[in-house]
């Protein structure tokens, strides 16, 4: 299985609601990363987990907020989001964070924000 | 910066030619690698090459890599309707908290 899953596909929310996005993945990768990605531009990191711990923080915004509650999947926690939050959020995966070589991209959640 | 930067930005083509995308980076790199996304979906690796690699094939796919110049190719050979995407090359720096950085991309239009 080399799939990696993000549920929902689309999401619109309001400013003040509370919403997760997640993602799974089960090819035993012990790296699972949160990208953001706006129309027409490249795939921008917010969040690495490695091993179930938080390695990397490119000093994203605390109204997201990641968590990794086991080795397969990874959740990210929206809360009182801006209308410029609104992009497609990636989720992928890959054996370890350093010279492993390829990541693999979950399909994305489509997020809304009114 | 390690970003890559990928030339040019947007690319038409008929359908059956060659396609060829640059990507240049900035500071010494310990792979380079190629993916490919379809219009709102998530990204598909392509190939990798690693830095003392100088080419590489995968099917119609040809990457070439150029460490005295930093710059990296993607050839794409016969190309047809399903290659329209955006094409993305990713830099992983040598030190173990470099992280993946994407560089802008090529969009690609294959022209029936």
């Known amino acids: 299985d080399t799939e990696v899953t993000q549920t929902p596909k689309h999401l619109v929310m309001g400013m003040t609601n509370k919403k997760s996005l997640k993602c799974e993945q089960h090819?035993?990768?012990?790296?699972m990363y949160w990208y953001k990605q706006k129309a027409k531009k490249p795939p921008e990191l917010m969040f690495v987990?490695?091993?179930?711990?938080?390695?990397i923080n490119e000093s994203v915004p605390s109204r997201f907020s990641p968590e990794c509650p086991n080795s397969s999947l990874l959740n990210l926690h929206l809360h009182a989001l801006q209308p410029e939050d609104s992009a497609l959020y990636l989720c992928?995966?890959?054996?370890?964070?350093?010279?492993?070589?390829?990541?693999?991209f979950g399909p994305g959640t489509r997020l809304t924000v009114l | 910066s390690q970003q890559g930067e990928e030339d040019p930005q947007a690319l038409s083509i008929q359908e059956g030619e060659n396609a060829t995308m640059n990507c240049s980076y900035k500071?010494?790199?310990?792979?380079l690698q190629w993916y490919r996304q379809n219009s709102g979906r998530g990204l598909v690796h392509l190939i990798l090459?690693?830095?003392?690699?100088r080419e590489k094939h995968s099917g119609r796919l040809r990457v070439t890599l150029d460490t005295s110049k930093k710059s990296s190719s993607l050839l794409i050979t016969a190309s047809r309707a399903a290659d329209t995407a955006s094409y993305f090359c990713?830099?992983?720096?040598?030190?173990?908290?470099?992280?993946?950085?994407f560089g802008k991309g090529t969009r690609l239009h294959i022209l029936p």
């Open positions: 987990y490695s091993y179930e711990k938080l390695s």
């Open positions: 992928a995966s890959s054996q370890g964070t350093h010279s492993t070589g390829t990541q693999y």
């Open positions: 990713a830099t992983e720096g040598l030190n173990r908290d470099d992280k993946i950085i």
């Open positions: 090459i690693r830095s003392n690699e």
């Open positions: 090819m035993g990768h012990r790296a």
């Open positions: 500071t010494s790199i310990n792979n």
